[in-house]
């Protein structure tokens, strides 16, 4: 089959590699949509070394749909069947650890021990290739009527509502999102979903004017002030709840002083350099900040929210490209050419 193989930092090409065959409790199936996620693009460029991938050659890519083609050892009895339209996560967790039996298989106590949790696209072989083999507990099964594109967004819908979830987003909330790339817009869908009052997105740009078009409020913080404008915007109380959708070193400076008292900040951007944080306020006031890690079961509860159109997954499409142009595809996504928010790879 053809698959993208990075053999060093940003070197990469599309080459023939062998076909993987699924082995017990796993499925191979056909990639019809892979979807380019921000990871990706950081692994590529050799951001994680050591980590992700654990050396090259290697194949990313971890947001992703198709059709089953063929069913490992014992994936029958447990409901699969070939030709079953399926969309990807890229955790395959151990099952017994004590995170994994608590239902936080994003946290496996034997996360890097490739015989019993591999994390697809991350540390093992993903799926930007014509096919790709998952073990089951990864998979889920398609709406009727939804399409591979839309079903490549289905992870990072997962992991916005995880985000907000870890956010713990209350009925009559102000949330503020900081960062209104793909996972702040559906993060924002999210909160709207938890029963969020109101929904300020953070950013500039092109990506920020998506937001307003979507029906958030907005803060350009290239021209005010973010911390000062979300303080004047909840009559000086700050926001209840924000979600970090960006990870850089700013907007977790601004995010512990935007927080009303009691206030929680939940953080899914992942931070590439160091961050210095002023904790008093987080002391003083009860505040509180937590990480977010992919997803934790919130894929099977946001496919019917994304096929009811409470988020709005497919509609951030914005580019799609045949697996051959994939070097075009990453530029326009790390680029942001012609307004790119979800940029698809078609094998």
Same mark, same amino acid.
């Given at each position: ?5 990075? *053999? ?9 590699i ?11 199936? =056909?990639? =019809? ?5 921000? *990871? ?21 890519? +971890? ?10 050892e ?16 890229? +955790? ?5 650890? $004590? ?17 019993? +949790? ?6 093992? $072989? ?7 083999? +998952? ?18 967004? @289905? ?19 102000n #949330? ?33 004017? $998506?937001? &307003?078009?979507?029906?958030? &409020? *907005? ?10 404008? @979300?303080?004047?915007? *909840? ?33 899914v ?5 160091? #961050? ?12 509180e900040?937590?990480?977010v ?12 929210? #994304? ?19 994939? &070097? ?14 979800k940029?698809?790879? &078609?094998?």
């Amino acid at each position: 089959m053809k698959g993208l193989v990075v *053999t060093a930092p940003d070197v990469f090409s599309i080459e023939e590699i062998p076909k993987p065959s699924p082995g017990r409790d796993e499925v191979s199936a =056909r990639v =019809r949509a892979v979807s380019i996620c921000g *990871t990706d693009a950081h692994l590529i460029a050799g951001h994680y070394p050591g980590f992700w991938p654990p050396g090259f050659p290697f194949t990313p890519g +971890h947001e992703w749909a198709g059709e089953i083609v063929e069913l490992g050892e014992g994936a029958a009895a447990l409901g699969w069947s070939v030709g079953d339209r399926v969309c990807g996560t890229s +955790h395959n967790a151990c099952g017994f650890c $004590q995170k994994c039996v608590e239902g936080r298989y994003n946290l496996c106590e034997n996360y890097g021990n490739m015989d019993v +949790h591999r994390q697809y696209g991350h540390n093992y $072989q993903g799926c930007l290739a014509d096919y790709v083999v +998952h073990g089951v507990k990864a998979i889920f099964p398609l709406p009727e009527g939804m399409d591979f594109a839309t079903g490549a967004v @289905i992870d990072p819908a997962s992991i916005a509502l995880h985000t907000a979830n870890r956010g713990g987003v209350q009925p009559g909330d102000n #949330v503020v999102i900081f960062g209104p790339g793909p996972v702040g817009l559906l993060a924002a869908d999210a909160a709207r979903v938890r029963g969020a009052a109101r929904v300020i997105v953070v950013g500039r740009g092109n990506r920020l004017e $998506q937001a &307003e078009k979507m029906g958030n &409020e *907005t803060i350009d913080y290239s021209a005010d002030d973010p911390v000062v404008s @979300i303080r004047e915007m *909840t009559a000086g109380l700050g926001a209840d709840v924000i979600l970090d959708c960006a990870g850089v070193p700013d907007t977790f400076k601004w995010s512990i002083p935007a927080l009303r008292k009691g206030g929680r900040m939940a953080a899914v951007g992942i931070p590439v350099e160091s #961050v210095e944080l002023d904790l008093q306020e987080l002391v003083l006031y009860e505040k509180e900040l937590v990480g977010v890690r992919a997803t934790a079961g919130e894929m099977r509860r946001v496919l019917p929210l #994304v096929a009811d159109g409470r988020i709005r997954a497919g509609d951030l499409v914005t580019h799609r490209f045949p697996l051959e142009n994939f &070097e075009e595809a990453l530029a326009t996504f790390n680029e942001r050419r012609d307004g790119a928010m979800k940029v698809i790879v &078609e094998p």
